[in-house]
């Protein structure tokens, strides 16, 4: 029985959640305050402070959290390999489930290429259903239940996923099958990356023209310049400081994605080419790690 089936019977099913960063940790808290959850780590102390805070069952390996649905909330695929192989692996924890265990599902909820997401996929449908679930909203969505999850995969995935991941989702949207998830996910990336190109363009301008940078971010935010990007991030621009959320490295992996998809779907992508060399320079000046927002800093020079 596939998990689909199985939510379309109402039988509870067994979820775990992998990955604890920025990202996983909002959503781990908005999903055990709404049932039971697994969670693991690289990091021990995450885990074990979640458990202190909101009560979740911590795996000691990926294969103690082999559940019925499996999220990740990983970077790359090569990450998900990394907690599907080994003796402490998903694959292996999957294995040794009882034979009427029900057929698992593995949630992809990075920023990944489509072409390998499809790959995986094949590789794994013997045993294991692959979802494409790539999320957008950011840190704050995800800590107020507002992400946009898109889903590559059938109806009966894409129901599973919206009753699975209602604590932290506002929106689930079936995009297409397998792989269209990802693709969907790397144009929020082109509107992502192009708009902090041009907020950070308008707030360089400003600033060397003398005009305080929280007064045109409230200009902007009343007018049709207004966008999630400046709500959630203005501070960034307003106060020249660029602790990370997404960093402009990860930003860098998901243009170039986006470019692999362009070329694949036989595409043009002109503004996002000129975001990627900017974000790549911003990287290559040892900006990698900040913000993507950072940004900005090679702009303004």
Known sequence: MSQADRQSDRQPVALSLLGLGAMGLPMARRLAAAGALTVWSRSAAKPEALRAEVGVQVAPTPAAAAGDVVVTVLPDLAEVREVLEGADGLLAGWAARPPEAARP??????????????????????AVDVVDAPLSGGVLGAAEGRLSVMVGGSEAQAALLAEVLAPCASRVTRMGPTGAGATAKLCNQLVVAETITALSEAFALARASGIDPEALADALGAGLAASEVLRQKRHHWIDESFEPGGTIDYQVKDLRYAREAAAAAGARLPAGEAALALFEAASAAGDGGLDHTGVYRTIAG
């Open 105 to 126: 599902t593995l949630v992809v909820c990075g920023t990944v290429s489509p072409v390998a997401l499809r790959a995986l996929a094949d590789e794994l449908a013997p």
